[in-house]
């Protein structure tokens, strides 16, 4: 099993690989959720979705379905 966004505890990082399906919005793609680009969990909402997250310094709110698409490479602190 890969590492994904949903997988992610509060404050871990992650270099995004790859996207597990092509059906990704665009607005997310427009906002920096590209392939080498940083990723860092900043909160996950009480009932696990949505989920907030941090890529090129904007603040993202994502669906967990949308999350666990995005495949990452782990960042070790």
């Known amino acids: ?3 994904t966004i949903a997988h992610l505890k509060r404050g ?6 790859q996207f597990s399906e ?3 919005p665009i607005k997310l ?4 959720c590209l392939p080498g680009n940083e990723v860092e969990m900043i909160q996950i909402a009480p009932l696990q ?6 890529v090129n310094g904007s603040h993202i ?3 967990r379905t949308v999350a666990l698409q995005i495949e ?6």
């Open 1 to 3: 099993m890969s590492l």
């Open 12 to 17: 871990q990082k992650g270099i995004i690989k």
């Open 22 to 24: 092509d059906l990704l």
């Open 29 to 32: 793609l427009e906002l920096g």
């Open 49 to 54: 979705d949505p989920i907030y997250i941090n």
């Open 61 to 63: 709110a994502i669906r």
């Open 72 to 77: 990452l490479e782990p960042i070790e602190s």
